[in-house]
Structures are given as C-alpha cells and as structure tokens.
C-alpha cells in the first residue's frame, strides 16, 4: 500500500513561521566527503579523528564520536567484517533498517507515515537505474551481516527506491554545500510546486555539549515562504526554478517520476524572460539574433565547464568575458545562460580578487534573479549575500550594505535568526552599518582605514562566511 502523499495547513501561517522540523531517521555523509565532514554532526574540519575500529568514519573528536556511535555502532561491525566501505545508498539503508528493526517503523510520536506506506517508484525506472538498483542489491546482501535481522529482497528493494526518490540532501553547517543525505518521512509527504509557498532547511542543532544528554537533533525545519491559508497544501520546490519550464518538468519526471501540473509549469510563467532579448528605447533585438546569442551562449557554458573542470580559472575568465562581451549587447538581463555566465564571474573575480569586476557582475545576476524568483526564494537570498560581500570588498560600501540588509531579510525567513548564516549575515550588516555612518562622515577618513586593514588582513571580514573562497573551491574541485 502506498499512502497520497499531501499535507494541508492546518491553521493559518506567516513568512518565515516553522511548520514543523523532523529529526531523520538517518543519514550519511557522502562517499566522496567521508574523510572530510564529521559523520555525526556533518561539520566541515580540517582535523578529523577517525574511528579506530573501522578506520572509516570520522569525527571532530570525542564528543561527536560518542553522540554517533548509537547509529554507528552495527555499521562499525559490518565494515570490519566486510573488508570495506560500502557506497553511501547501502550505507544509508543498512542504517535505516538497523534502526527501524530496533525501534520498529514508527521512531516518534510525530511521524505520520511508515517507510512501508512511502512510493518506491522502482517500476518506473529506466534500464540503467534498475541495473545499478540490482547491483546495491548484491552488494548490500554481501554486506548485511549474518547476525542481523534478515530481510525479504523486495523489502530491501522498497527501500532503496525510497531512497532514491525521498532522499534530502544533507548540508554542511553552513549550509553552503551538500555533504550527505538523509531520510525524513514526513518531509516525503510535501507535495512538489515549481512556486511553492514553503522552503526546506537543515537546522544542524547543537552537538558541542560535552555531556551527549544536553544534544539536540540534527533536523530539518518546513518553514512558510508567505501567509498560507488553513486548509492550503503545502509545498515545497524540488527543482530550481530558474529552469525553464519544459526542463523542470523533465528533471521532475527523470527523478521523481511524475508530470508537474502546476500553474508555472502548465502556463510557461516567465519562460519568455528567462530566453528574452535586450530591450533599448523600446527596440528589441529581432527572433534571429536571440537566437544566436543563446546558442552561442549555451556552447560557451560547455567550454566553461570544462575549463572549470580543468581548475583553469584564467581560461574561465576568458570564456565568460568574451561570451559577456557577444551576448550582453542581445541578451536580457533575466536570460538564465546570460545569468550563469555573469555568475561564474562574479565568483572567479572575486577569487582571484578583482573585486569592481566581481562586484559588477554579482549585482547583474541579482538584479536579473529578482525579476525571476519569488521574493522570499533562498537561491535570491544567496545570491544576495555573495554580492553584498563582493561589493563590501570592493569599497562599494553603500551597494554593500543594502544587499546584506536584503539578503538578511530573505534569510531570516527561509533560514530563521538561528541558523549560522543567519547570524554571519547580521554580523555582517551591524558592520557594514557602521562603516556607512563612517564613510558618509568621511570619506578620506573610511578609505584610509580601510586600505590599512585590508593590508593586515586581506579578504578578511570579521564574520564573513567562508562561501565566497570556499564556494569558488568547490566550483573548482577536480573529479575523480
């Protein structure tokens, strides 16, 4: 049996209300971060300690080993006795069901739905994903050790497929990058909408206690993007909207198996913004010549992935200035190839500290992300940050200072006053303040006092979080 899934508010919400947050019933950090990310409360550390058992799963140190050793326990065994790691699908689903045969399918009083009752979509998939389902099969079996609770294949097929269609991705505490996924039952009964009225984030809780009874969960919250009426669904994005229609209806029936019938998708809202071209004194450039551009654009996205792969960031700089130089003239500034483009920019320049360059093309594609996202969308948010702390660095303090104030306004409604970035953001903003009341007194004064700290500590802002270094990183992170 397989439940409709749907949920309806049940009293009326507001921006930025918690709905309701769920603790999962697991998760796992991914393969390729297993070295790098604490496996119990997902933080990024440059220092690990590293299970001496298993010598598979790290820590930041004792404290976190001991909060995690209830769900690593059994895994630490089965490691041992396999001779090796398991690829994180069989490493999440052993981990599901030694839980669920511990504490049975309900694990708390508030879940509304068994892992039994949850779509597995298995009969939907195509050739190559059932092959690579009958492969984690085999290996899991291989995997699961003799002294556990055996299981009927189906029973273990059922949950792979759950997986593969429910999993969330699990963030760093920051919440800048993906580091693991997880599975939470409740959040699997929210509804997709492509301008959905809820966001989804990661509250990591608070794991620092020494003493693992003073712990809270790692969670994740449903927070409300608007009023939301009783009686309305709820709903969250599970594709970005800067797609166009047409392709966030295929990710949506490649990954999740079903075909949007939403407003957006069903009436192409905004599809003509997003490939539009440039309109100058109410002349606009004709069918032929978007056309071009957009192509044009669209192949000089390949080069610029692969000069990314190759961690060639002049080469990167290069592509972009010369796309920005052919397409800008034709392109709208609401045009998403236009938008990666200026994007990607905005991200190598600041990089390689050409801050007015960076700043430029940062405050574009937040201008053009304005014209496209729902006002409350954290992507907008994001975005927002990024370029208020570009222009920060580049001395546009004024600029500055009015994009963190609006990214703190997005933020505090999809990620709400607690989270990290939260915080940064309105440490970020009390500062900037003060360096606006400052430059507007003086302005000799501000730039003389800001060359000399940006001589003792170049980049460096007193709360500034890591995204703008470490999100050009990762950009560049070669593949294995």
Request: hydrophobic share 35%.
């Amino acid at each position: 049996m397989t439940v409709r899934k749907g949920l309806k508010a049940t009293k009326e919400f507001w921006a930025g209300d918690v709905i309701f947050s769920e603790a999962s019933i697991s998760a796992v950090v991914f393969d390729s971060l297993a070295d790098r990310i604490c496996h119990s409360c997902f933080r990024r550390q440059d220092k690990l300690q590293r299970c001496g058992q298993c010598k598979f799963a790290h820590y930041c140190d004792r404290t976190c080993q001991r909060a995690g050793w209830a769900e690593h326990k059994q895994e630490c065994g089965a490691i041992k006795t396999y001779g090796k790691v398991p690829n994180e699908n069989i490493r999440l689903v052993s981990r599901i069901l030694w839980r669920l045969d511990k504490e049975g399918g309900v694990v708390s009083d508030t879940q509304l739905t068994t892992l039994e009752e949850l779509e597995d979509h298995t009969a939907d998939m195509q050739e190559d994903e059932l092959k690579e389902l009958k492969v984690d099969i085999h290996n899991f079996l291989d995997y699961w050790p003799r002294n556990s609770k055996q299981h009927l294949v189906e029973d273990i097929s059922h949950m792979f497929g759950v997986i593969n269609c429910n999993g969330f991705t699990v963030s760093d505490q920051r919440g800048l990058q993906a580091v693991g996924v997880g599975l939470f039952p409740n959040l699997c009964l929210v509804n997709h909408d492509c301008w959905p009225n809820c966001t989804v984030i990661l509250n990591h809780g608070n794991q620092s206690a020494v003493n693992t009874m003073f712990h809270s969960q790692r969670r994740i919250e449903l927070r409300s993007l608007g009023k939301i009426s009783e009686g309305e669904e709820l709903t969250v994005g599970y594709v970005d909207y800067i797609n166009l229609s047409e392709e966030r209806r295929r990710l949506l029936k490649t990954q999740y198996f079903f075909d949007c019938t939403c407003e957006h998708c069903t009436n192409h809202i905004k599809d003509d913004l997003k490939m539009a071209g440039k309109e100058v004194d109410g002349v606009k450039p004709s069918d032929e010549q978007v056309k071009e551009a957009t192509d044009y654009c669209f192949g000089m996205l390949d080069k610029l992935e692969k000069a990314r792969l190759n961690g060639d960031y002049h080469e990167v700089v290069k592509i972009c200035k010369e796309c920005v130089e052919k397409t800008e003239p034709v392109l709208a500034d609401t045009h998403i190839y236009l938008l990666r483009i200026w994007s990607t920019l905005s991200e190598v320049q600041a990089y390689l500290q050409y801050f007015d360059d960076a700043a430029e093309y940062a405050r574009k594609m937040v201008e053009g992300y304005m014209k496209l996202y729902h006002p409350n969308n954290a992507t907008l948010g994001m975005a927002a940050m990024r370029a208020g702390v570009t222009h920060w660095q580049a001395g546009q303090i004024e600029v500055g200072h009015g994009m963190i104030c609006k990214a703190y306004a997005i933020l505090m409604i999809t990620h709400g006053p607690t989270h990290p970035i939260t915080k940064d953001l309105d440490a970020m903003r009390i500062q900037t303040e003060m360096e606006l009341r400052m430059f507007k007194q003086n302005e000799y004064v501000y730039h003389s006092m800001r060359e000399a700290a940006l001589k003792n500590k170049p980049m460096a802002m007193m709360h500034e979080p890591k995204s703008v270094e470490e999100g050009i990183k990762n950009l560049f992170h070669r593949r294995k």
